[in-house]
């Protein structure tokens, strides 16, 4: 330590970095840990994470496509629109859920050691990024499959941009988990209150049907069209599905959305992180 | 700070709200927001605390319950952040309050093990190379590899004792840890101390038993009401304590 009053200042203002050098190792063991113990005890293991969307696609596809026929209508293939939109609210939900709980499943640890608290919602988040990678198999599985019949999805160089919508999900994931996890320590409320909204943005997210078949008043068509994850999904979906390139309004319309969020997040956590030992 | 001085508390007060109720959810909290129910006792578990510790010096901490000596580890370790005044540790502090805070009980004893290591900001390979010290000093055996929701308190208690004095820290804080597990262990955990003072760590340590704070300190403090009411050469202070101790039973 330094006895100079203007090296002290730096010393502070670089602890944000040095903190996540020196404790990078605490994230991956943040991630590991997670991953190993959500299907520790199951039969099939790390296969839920390709069987549970599989399923739930399935499921999804007897219900909107066959007995709702309407909502399919314009798609080439239904099943693959289906399945873009599910797993990229799934990832969203998912981590934004898990992060939200993050801080308070942590209490015992917070309580008695000094961590940077920050690592809890990003490891949580990183984890279900993770999964979310390996459940994308499903998605090129049905690429793959559909490319034999009638139904076939034609696949372009822009696939590989499919990555952008992903990046811009995560930065979406992160910042919404930050916001979360600070307000979950507050008021335990809010992780109820957020499983309703999960539910509402699910409806309020064109996945299961197609925005432009629907009879919606001007202003609630808007509505759905400011949620972030319309445009990411969308981008997604041209990449993809279309084989197209993506509009870029909705490129730069969910990255700022993300980065405020993501700035506002991490301005709230770093105001209050000092409090949550007493909270929690 | 000096060269030679390893923590440096500076007037330290910690104040809690203590409110009535827990408000803990929304509709209360905005009811009593608004009818302006929303009131807080004020409660200083610190005040205008200040001393500090030379490097290689053994400061215990004495008091009776909810003197303020956990609030004062706590700010110590960081975990805490005061009110008012500052707190400087100088070097690496490995605190031992309530042994194995980090577990999670899923895990093996040895996953645990880079788990813990992992909170306190150790590297994978830093963990790696004092792994098999760290078993050997548990004396877990084939109990290793057994997740730990399956442990006895005491294996908790000596797996989380062992990783936490593998490390070199060159401050440690000890809440009354040092009563882990049987007779055995606890003779051998207070050798591994003991031997640690000897490579001159800075030591902080919390305990209600005067013989083993002369054992331990060299210097020592007595904390009443969130306040320093003596601070001095341990076995002054530790008479102090007694007097103290008979004082309250008559």
């Known amino acids: 330590m330094d006895k100079n009053p203007e090296n002290w200042k730096i010393v502070q203002k670089s602890k944000f970095l040095s903190d996540f ?115 994308l198999i499903i998605l090129v599985g049905f690429l793959v499959g559909y490319s034999f019949t009638d139904k076939a999805v034609p696949i372009t160089p822009y696939i590989l941009l499919s990555v952008v919508p992903i990046a811009v999900l995560f930065i979406l994931c992160v910042g919404v988990g930050m916001i979360l996890s600070t307000a979950a320590v507050f008021f335990k409320d809010a992780e109820y209150l957020y499983d309703v909204f ?12 197609v925005i432009n078949n629907m009879n919606m008043n001007k202003y609630v068509q808007l509505g759905i069209k400011a949620n972030p994850l319309y445009s990411i999904i969308s981008m997604f979906r041209d990449c993809v599905l279309n084989g197209c390139m993506f509009n870029l309004n909705h490129l730069w319309y969910s990255l700022a959305f993300s980065v405020i969020c993501v700035l506002i997040g991490a301005l709230m956590f770093k105001k209050k992180q000092d409090k949550f030992i007493l909270h929690i | 700070m000096e ?50 510790i030379e490097k290689g010096e053994r400061l215990g901490v004495l008091g009776f319950n909810g003197a303020g000596k956990s609030t004062l580890l706590k700010t110590v370790a960081g975990v805490l952040k005061p009110t008012k005044g500052s707190v400087e540790v100088d070097g690496v502090i490995a605190p031992l309050l309530e042994l194995g805070a980090g577990f999670d009980s899923n895990y093996t004893g040895k996953e645990n093990i880079f788990l813990y290591g992992a909170t306190m900001g150790y590297s994978r390979k830093y963990i790696e190379e004092r792994y098999d010290e760290i078993v050997e000093f548990s ?57 640690m003072f000897k490579k001159g760590v800075t030591v902080l340590f919390v ?10 300190c060299n210097k020592a ?14 076995n002054e202070v530790c008479d102090k304590y007694d007097e103290l101790v008979k004082g309250g039973k008559k």
């Open chain 2, 139 to 195: 004396e877990l055996g084939d109990f290793i590899n057994v997740p730990i929701k399956n442990y006895s308190s005491g294996m908790r208690a000596r797996l989380g004792f062992s990783i936490a004095t593998a490390v070199e820290p060159e401050v440690l804080i000890l809440d009354e840890v040092l009563s882990v597990g049987d007779a055995k262990f606890k003779a051998k955990s207070e050798k591994k101390v003991t031997s």
């Open chain 1, 198 to 209: 999960c539910m509402l943005l699910f409806y309020a997210t064109p996945i299961v049907y």
């Open chain 2, 3 to 52: 060269n030679n001085i390893a923590v440096k508390v500076d007037n330290v007060s910690v104040m809690f709200n203590l409110n009535k109720e827990k408000v803990d959810n929304m509709k209360e909290y905005f009811i009593k927001l608004i009818t302006r129910k929303l009131r807080f006792t004020e409660f200083w578990a610190l005040q205008d605390v200040s001393f500090t």
């Open chain 1, 21 to 135: 050098v020196k404790y990078r190792y605490l994230l991956t063991e943040i991630v590991r840990r997670n991953i190993k113990v959500q299907y520790r005890d199951s039969v099939l293991g790390i296969f839920w994470t390709l069987l549970q969307p599989l399923l739930t696609t399935v499921v999804l596809a007897l219900v909107f496509g066959g007995f709702f026929g309407k909502s399919a209508d314009g798609i080439s293939n239904y099943v693959i629109y289906l399945l873009c939109g599910r797993l990229l609210y799934d990832f969203f939900s998912q981590s934004t859920k898990r992060a939200m709980k993050s801080v308070r499943l942590s209490a015992g640890v917070i309580k008695k050691v000094y961590v940077p608290k920050y690592m809890y919602p990003l490891g949580n988040v990183i984890s279900c990024f993770i999964t979310f990678l390996i459940s």
């Open chain 2, 207 to 216: 305990s209600h038993n005067t013989p083993q704070v002369r054992r331990l």
């Open chain 2, 221 to 234: 403090i007595i904390l009443d009401h969130g306040k320093i009411i003596a601070y001095g050469e341990a």
